[in-house]
């Protein structure tokens, strides 16, 4: 009779380190099989993150049923503390071994619960165990409730930036650096050009070395800016840690940031149209990607259309449509660049400084708060889904067919805030004409843009009049309100 074999992992909180990650045990349990001649019947892993509280497994009760089922007549796990989590547990294995004949191997050491020496082994390594864990539970159990009279907060390695070494007491030099990039990404500027400016202010991390995009996109998408915990089920890592895990709790630290600006942030960082943008690397054409060829085609009431592009010529910087081979560009705008530059620029400003405009500018397309709140919904929703799960009142099944319609929206909806968000912020740009003119003057080129495209959707540029050296009738704006 060939031997059918159940391979038993569980992963769980009670022995952390190598060697006891799910696959690791899959691993190790599947070539002890091979090594024994033994086929194996099946995978059953549990994920139950504290051992020892009680919380039902369901793969171990599906095992135990195909074990009386005959279906199985071996079990194979890493370790006898994987196999059972009490006691009883184990006298119920070593009764089927009787009934059933059920033969188990680990990993970690032969056991033949056939034999009365295999049974005590058994016993005293699962009471070893149990031991170890429930000394180790009542220990963390002491540390969490000591750091929690203390203020404290759990967790070891570098200390975060704007935080102390504590990781609690903000460290307020920092934490003005970290307003003030989050006020310069939402209102649209580049992360890179805000590392730019940093390093010549010598403004460095909690490690000390300059700041890099990536860094920075990451310390302003975390939670924890805002004084709340994130987090991130390391299963869904796959090589590298995503972005946004999920927000679970306010945290005992206090946030530099409100909420809002936060969830904001998140929604601009995670937004993979940023993403390519920012691929493109510094523009120094400050209207590429928004200037339109607007000559006419063959067929009526339609232009050309391409975007125009930086390109000088003589030294002169222009904007031309292109002539690409193959392309259906026309080749045939062209303006010059720093009149092009000066004379949108003057329109934004000005329409900026119109009252009609700017009411229409704030008003509400609908969405800013709405979408806002369904973004807050769906988070508390997928809060609680995840409590469901974790107390068992839903399987991990439900739990995942649950979500993803939840997540899916959420998705599409902090796509949404992040667009209306950008938009939203650069309210605060806007002034008196002179005002605005002096900002300008000092703003670098990422932040003019994000001026520009805050107010104009395209500017169609059409062709030029030979018999005018500047005509500033060329450009039709595209305005957003
Ligand atoms: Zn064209």
Known sequence: MTTR???YVRISQDRGGAGLGIARQEEDCRALCARKGWEVFDLYAD???????????????????????????????W?????????????????????????LATVSGEVDLATPTGRMIARMLGAAA??????KAERQRRQRRQAAEAGKVAGGGKRP??????????????AENIREGARRVLAGESLSSICRDWRTREIVTAAGIPWKPSGLRRMLASARISGRREHTPRSSWEGTRPLLGEVVSDAVWPGIISHEDSDRLRALLSDPDRRTSMKGGS??????????????TEVPNTACGWGLIGRPRSGVPRYVCPNLPGADSCGGTATNAQRTDDHVRDMVLTAFESPAFMKRLREPDGDGDEVYEKVQADEEEL?????????????RKEWMVARAPI???LERNRAKLAKVSSRAVLLGFVGSYEDMQDRWEKMNHSQRRAVISSAVRAVHVLPADPRKRWDPDRFVIDWIA
Do not use: M
């Not at 509280?53 to 796990?77: T, Y």
């Not at 149990?130 to 000394?135: D, L, N, T």
């Open 79 to 103: 370790h006898v503390d994987r196999l059972t989590r009490s006691p009883r547990e184990l006298e119920d294995v070593i009764d089927l071994a009787d009934r059933q004949g059920l033969e």
């Open 383 to 395: 809060e609680e889904l995840a409590a469901d799960f974790g107390k068992q009142r839903i399987s």
């Open 130 to 135: 149990r031991h170890e864990a429930e000394h």
């Open 407 to 409: 997540q899916e929206r």
């Open 161 to 174: 930036f704007g935080y102390e070494d504590d990781r609690a007491t903000v460290r307020e030099s920092e």
């Open 283 to 296: 523009r120094t054409y400050l209207l590429s990607g928004i200037l339109r060829c607007g000559k006419p």
């Open 47 to 77: 994920n139950d993150v504290s051992a020892y509280s009680g919380a039902a497994r369901p793969k171990w009760q599906e095992l135990l049923a195909d074990i009386n089922e005959g279906l199985v007549n071996a079990v194979v796990c």
């Open 5 to 7: 074999a159940a391979i």
